[in-house]
């Protein structure tokens, strides 16, 4: 049974959606594969308390890593790609190519950016820290303005 709610975030309106109580999406407004409201099941805030604790202390700049149980639902390379994304420390980035390298297929840097662009919970599974060779900043499913925001938020440079 899936539930949801939306939260204000300094990111914009954050939907939240739980399947049986566990976190599988966190979804910003206007977001590229972004799945239809009808898929978000019934709107319930009670479910998502420590979701909504540790953004909250994200957002304030005291949780650097989340301790969320989540439920992802991808392809197995998705997840694997998901479970990189989940390594990468706080206030730093990982090029796609450094991501294929670590599944150990150094070719497969473009499959990494289509899994990393179809990530289900932004944020917290952060496909935000993933950047093109270079450190060039490309390509996010909430915008490449809120992917920049995120980077000088977690790097301490973010102009509030």
Request: some cysteine; overall charge negative; charged content about 25%.
């Amino acid at each position: 049974m899936k539930q949801h709610t939306v939260l204000d975030s300094p990111y914009g309106p954050l939907t939240l959606v739980a399947d049986d109580g566990v976190l599988c999406g966190l979804y910003m407004t206007e977001q590229r594969h972004r799945p239809s409201e009808e898929t978000f099941g019934s709107r319930d805030a009670r479910v998502f308390a420590a979701a909504e604790e540790e953004l909250e202390a994200y957002f304030a700049g005291e949780l650097k890593e989340f301790g969320l149980e989540l439920r992802l639902h991808g392809t197995p390379f998705q997840r694997s790609v998901w479970e990189q994304l989940q390594r990468i420390p706080y206030g730093e980035t990982r090029t796609y190519g450094e991501l294929a390298d670590a599944l150990g297929n150094p070719a497969a840097s473009r499959a990494v950016g289509l899994a990393n662009g179809r990530n289900p919970v932004g944020i917290i599974v952060p496909c935000h820290r993933v950047v093109g060779a270079g450190g060039s900043l490309t390509g996010y499913g909430g915008g490449l303005d809120r992917k920049q925001r995120l980077l000088d938020f977690e790097s301490g440079t973010a102009l509030f």
